[in-house]
């Protein structure tokens, strides 16, 4: 199990964001693998979000029961301010699903700092490819992906069919990629 504490800020760019992180003064925030006992906060997180067809509805069994895959951010209080999915398709392929902060930590780096959980946490079950679906374009290149199209990754394809034939809309949003190593930078291509 992993546990970080960082300041709430906004990071340009990884590298500098884990630097300052370290020495900023702000209230620190805890992020860490969720466990079982933060599935009700996160679908609580998450719920308004999916209300919205900003992302895909969760049930709480359905957060529960992949409550391994989850990483939180939490505040003095322990309560869940931030959150974000690792939704594997494959041995070499995964999501980063469920990326929510609570409204009022918006703009405090939260979001970037589960994104880089989740990532760390695809680095451990050695996943080489992450892609994610999102509205805010500037976030995920901001942490190294690179655009891309979603017919790339057919498995979501099929996801998104299936979900649609039991009546979920759903909401188109840009794709991004982006290549893990193994030691946590992004494999160079080319």
């Known amino acids: ?3 970080y504490t960082f300041a709430m800020h906004n990071f340009p760019s990884v590298a500098p964001a ?3 992180a370290r020495s900023a003064v ?3 925030a805890t992020v860490r693998r969720a466990v079982r ?3 009700g906060q996160i679908l609580e997180l998450v719920s308004p979000y999916a209300d919205q067809g900003l992302m895909l509805p969760r049930t709480l069994d359905q957060i529960a029961s992949r409550i391994d895959n989850y990483v939180v951010a939490t505040d003095a209080t ?3 301010i931030a959150c974000a999915a690792l939704e594997e398709y494959s041995p070499s392929l995964a999501e980063v699903s469920s990326v929510a902060v609570a409204p009022v930590h918006h703009g405090k780096g939260l979001g970037t700092q589960v994104v880089l959980g989740v990532e760390r946490l695809a680095r451990a079950r050695d996943i080489e490819e ?3 679906l999102s509205l805010t374009d500037n976030f995920f290149i901001s942490l190294g992906y690179k ?8 498995e979501k394809l099929a996801r998104y069919d299936s979900l649609s034939r039991s009546g979920i809309e759903i909401v188109p949003k840009p794709c991004f990629q982006k290549t893990l190593s193994r030691w946590g930078r992004p494999k160079l291509v080319g």
């Open 1 to 3: 199990m992993f546990i």
């Open 18 to 20: 884990l630097e300052v």
């Open 26 to 28: 702000a209230l620190p």
């Open 37 to 39: 006992a933060d599935a």
């Open 78 to 80: 322990t309560r869940v």
């Open 130 to 132: 992450l892609f994610a």
């Open 147 to 154: 655009p891309t199209t979603i017919s790339r990754y057919p």
